[in-house]
């Protein structure tokens, strides 16, 4: 199996869970942030760390409300563990980056903070709350920290019940020409 098929079967398989407590699937989730990055012209890269930022999820057999049993289950790494194997850092990164991303918005705009969804705000206490003076300006060194911001802006946006998509195989294409060639197929 291709890496690419491989990624379609994980949502095929797992992908009508729910997204932490929203009122979206993970599928559902992962296309709208595809498809935010994409309408935003992104490149292909970040497109590809959009839709595949929360595989981290559908890597792991927790529940979707393990927050609220006050389990972080650290997906930013294992998504990020995972896709380094297949991708450059431009995809990994960023997904690497996107909990931290939201701590670090939540430290610098006010506003980001409330506009989280209340499933966001419980992560939040659990992935360590705002970022602290130090912790920001740490962030904002990273070479791939507004990568990491436009992609926690997808992400958080990435919530509307129903809203209409293209279907996954739209989205291959973008992960067919960013994955390693050296990837082991
Ligand atoms: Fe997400």
Redo the contacts with the bound molecule.
């Keep these: 199996m291709s890496r690419v098929e491989e990624i379609i079967e994980l949502f095929a398989a797992r992908g009508d869970s729910q997204?932490?407590g929203e009122a979206v699937t993970q599928l559902e989730?992962a296309l709208q942030?595809a498809l935010l990055a994409e309408q935003e012209q992104a490149p292909p890269e970040l497109i590809v760390a959009a839709l595949l930022?929360?595989v981290g999820h559908l890597l792991h057999d927790l529940p979707a409300d393990a927050p609220d049993a006050g389990i972080d289950d650290r997906h930013e790494n294992s998504a990020a563990n995972y896709l380094c194997r297949h991708f450059p850092q431009r995809v990994v990164e960023p997904v690497r980056l996107?909990v931290p991303a939201k701590r670090y918005l939540c430290a610098i705009d006010a506003q980001y903070m409330q506009s989280l969804s209340q499933p966001s705000v419980v992560s939040l206490a659990l992935q360590g709350g705002p970022m602290s003076a130090e912790e920001v300006a740490e962030f904002a060194r990273h070479p791939y920290a507004d990568d990491a911001v436009r992609l926690r802006r997808w992400?958080d946006a990435?919530k509307i019940p129903r809203l209409p998509t293209p279907p996954l195989a739209h989205f291959a294409r973008y992960v067919r020409q960013t994955v390693l060639k050296s990837s082991p197929v």
């Design positions: 997204y932490g989730h942030a930022h929360d996107h992400d990435a």
